[in-house]
């Protein structure tokens, strides 16, 4: 494998443990304030939200290291900085909506989350048709977080 593709899988799992570690610490900090939120009557029970995101991250580990293996050298570059861009406006949502208490802020950063990771995504599916399949959910649940986050934002 060349160094190129070796850097890139570094870099990829860098870039997921990173925000891995980034949301736990700032969605563990407002976890008193959050649950005195008003909910969106569409919110899914709790253990769903500890059952999708092992996944997510289980997900974007083994797609990143297929699309280094794999991918062009255009298709590596583009997974790299969709996701770098997606992972950063992932986490400031977290730090939006947890620590700054930003609601409308939050929303916004999480939509834009969304569509960035529409790159990711369609990085995954020019390398293999697997790698992309395993990242719909991820995609999917981020479209349902941003409906969520603007519904937190109405409701409060």
Same mark, same amino acid.
């Given at each position: 494998?060349?160094?190129?593709?070796?850097?890139?899988?570094?870099?990829?799992?860098?870039?997921?443990?990173?925000?891995?570690?980034?949301?736990?610490?700032?969605?563990?900090?407002?976890?008193?304030?959050?649950?005195?939120?008003?909910?969106?009557?569409? !919110?899914?029970?709790?253990?769903?939200?500890?059952?999708?995101?092992?996944?997510?991250?289980?997900?974007?580990?083994?797609?990143?290291?297929?699309?280094?293996?794999?991918?062009?050298?255009?298709?590596?570059?583009?997974?790299?900085?969709?996701?770098?861009?997606?992972?950063?406006?992932?986490?400031?949502?977290?730090?939006?909506?947890?620590?700054?208490?930003?609601?409308?802020?939050?929303?916004?950063?999480?939509?834009?989350?969304?569509?960035?990771?529409?790159?990711?995504?369609?990085?995954?599916?020019?390398?293999?048709?697997?790698?992309?399949?395993?990242?719909?959910?991820? !995609?999917?649940?981020?479209?349902?977080?941003?409906?969520?986050?603007?519904?937190?934002?109405?409701?409060?």
């Amino acid at each position: 494998m060349s160094a190129a593709r070796v850097i890139s899988m570094a870099v990829s799992v860098a870039i997921v443990l990173g925000y891995a570690v980034g949301s736990a610490w700032w969605v563990s900090s407002g976890n008193e304030w959050y649950q005195g939120l008003d909910r969106p009557r569409w !919110q899914p029970p709790d253990v769903v939200f500890g059952v999708i995101w092992p996944y997510n991250f289980a997900a974007l580990v083994a797609a990143g290291v297929a699309v280094a293996a794999h991918g062009t050298s255009t298709v590596r570059m583009a997974w790299l900085v969709g996701l770098a861009g997606s992972v950063i406006a992932a986490l400031a949502w977290a730090y939006l909506f947890y620590v700054s208490h930003a609601l409308w802020a939050a929303a916004v950063a999480l939509i834009g989350a969304a569509v960035v990771t529409i790159v990711v995504v369609a990085a995954a599916f020019a390398t293999r048709t697997w790698v992309g399949a395993i990242l719909v959910p991820y !995609q999917v649940w981020l479209a349902v977080a941003a409906s969520l986050s603007v519904g937190y934002a109405r409701l409060n």
